[in-house]
């Protein structure tokens, strides 16, 4: 059984028997570093126990295990010479540059997006800290450094918030290896700001004045983004002509941005009457053996652009979208594809359940609450009705006295009249005769515009 003796200086020094490969038993001397008695005999026990395994040829116990994994590299070297244990394999000195290379390459299972994300974020490490830096020599303030870096870069707070967050994960893959002892990024993070901040609610009305400037082509996909509520351009692109279902009134949608989770590379989403025109007239058109909804030249230019050997990626119509905006009229808004599919999000979201809505779109419901459901000007319209109802009886009390001393007709409002004097048009009032008509289908019908 392991000895303890106490050494001059305050260290301490363990003896033990270890048996021989050729037989019998040898005595063996670890020396253990200054510490408390109590916390010797903890050594003394762990060491005694090691003693026992060994000579038995019996595998050890987890908390003995545990204790030697923890060791440093010192102490543990004190105990393999001894012969209780084997000594540690020399750790890999691998180099920031060499690791991310590897990492990236290793990473099958990733979309081309994340795979240039990525890509992005091997480029702040490199450009900062410098390719040929030893993994272990990269620390928190390392890791600091690189956020302050992309700040002064003047990326916009989510893109940093992202990139930190693919760089943590990356040290992370790096600790499981071996390759360092602590993830230094494991506590840098970023405010990833408010995406309220970028969120545009597209009005049907600023979307029918988009479509004047559209080719073909363009009305379908800001029709399908708008009040579809796909993805552009994985899924617009990959719609195609077999998935719409006209006698049960329902859309097939491949999904190439969520076919990697179980269940999710499709979903079914009804025609929407504001659909059913756009996708009338690209049906018609279609040339024999045609497969997808969005055809012709254009299309098959941005599908190219858009799939690349690992898949769906940006494929930059942002850029001729901008254009048609500046075309017709409109200040170009943010995320434009992103805003409106959460524009038509927002609008089923008023008239059916949240579980309904983002079966529909795609998303999960925590995900549609934070970046797709805004409050609209319609929701404090309908919101003030009754404050507008009440202003509007209280002119025709006001002017009911003079109409009765000058005569039942005389001065009476015309219905333009009226309308003006309570901040009314005459397009308000449809659309408010409109919305009341389908308040309980949750449908708005298809106008003539679309």
């Known amino acids: 059984m ?3 003796s106490k050494l001059p200086g305050g260290a301490w020094l363990i003896q033990v028997m270890v048996a021989q490969d050729g037989g019998g038993k040898a005595r063996r001397s670890i020396r253990a570093p200054k510490m408390p008695k109590h916390a010797a005999k903890g050594w003394q026990l762990r060491v005694g126990l090691l003693e026992s395994a060994h000579n038995s ?4 116990d987890p908390a003995t295990a545990d204790w030697l994994r923890d060791l440093n590299n010192d102490l543990h070297a004190r105990i393999a010479r001894a012969g209780l244990c084997e000594p540690r394999q020399p750790r890999e000195r691998a180099t920031l540059g060499e690791f991310i290379e590897s990492y990236i390459d290793s990473r099958i299972d990733i979309k081309a997006a994340s795979r240039v994300i990525f890509g992005h974020v091997k480029r702040n490490l490199i450009e900062c800290l410098g390719a040929g830096r030893p993994l272990r020599e990269i620390g ?8 302050l870096a992309m700040i002064r870069e003047g ?8 990139r930190l967050q693919r760089a943590r994960q990356m040290f992370a893959a790096a600790k499981r290896r071996g390759l360092v002892d602590e993830n230094p990024f494991g506590d840098v993070k970023h405010n990833e700001g408010n995406p309220a901040d970028r969120q545009r609610f597209i009005t049907r009305e600023t ?3 988009v479509l004047t400037a559209c080719n073909p082509t363009w009305r379908l996909i800001t029709v399908l983004c708008r009040y579809g509520g796909l993805r552009s351009p994985s899924e617009v692109l990959s719609l195609k002509l077999a998935g719409i279902d006209w006698a ?3 859309i097939r949608v491949d999904s190439p941005k969520t076919e990697h989770h179980p269940g999710r590379g499709s979903r079914i989403i009804p025609l929407f009457p504001e659909l059913r025109d756009e996708l009338q007239a690209a049906w018609d058109r279609a040339e024999e053996g045609e497969v997808y909804v969005v055809c012709g030249p254009d299309a098959d230019a941005y599908r190219a652009a858009a799939q690349g050997p690992d898949g769906w990626r940006n494929a930059n119509l942002r850029t001729q979208f901008d254009r048609i905006l500046t075309r017709a009229g409109v200040k170009p808004w943010p995320k434009p594809f992103q805003n409106l599919r959460l524009s038509r999000e927002t609008e089923l979201a008023a008239d059916y359940p949240l579980h309904v809505v983002t079966g529909w779109l795609g998303n999960t419901p925590k995900v549609a609450m934070r970046h797709y459901l805004t409050v609209t000007d319609s929701d404090f319209d309908r919101a003030t009705g009754g404050a507008a109802k009440s202003a509007a009886d209280a002119l025709q009390n006001a002017q009911q006295p003079a109409q009765a001393a000058i005569g039942p007709n005389a001065n009476r409002p015309t219905q333009t009249q009226g309308q003006q004097a309570l901040g ?3 397009a308000d009032c449809d659309v408010f005769r409109l919305e009341s008509s389908v308040a309980g289908t949750g449908f708005e019908p298809a106008t003539s515009r679309l």
């Open 424 to 426: 009314h048009t005459s």
């Open 207 to 209: 979307t029918a004045q």
């Open 57 to 60: 040829r019996q595998s050890l």
């Open 140 to 147: 928190p303030t390392d890791a600091d450094a690189v956020r």
């Open 248 to 250: 049960a009134n329902r």
């Open 155 to 162: 990326l916009a707070d989510s893109t940093i918030a992202k």
């Open 2 to 4: 392991a000895s303890l």
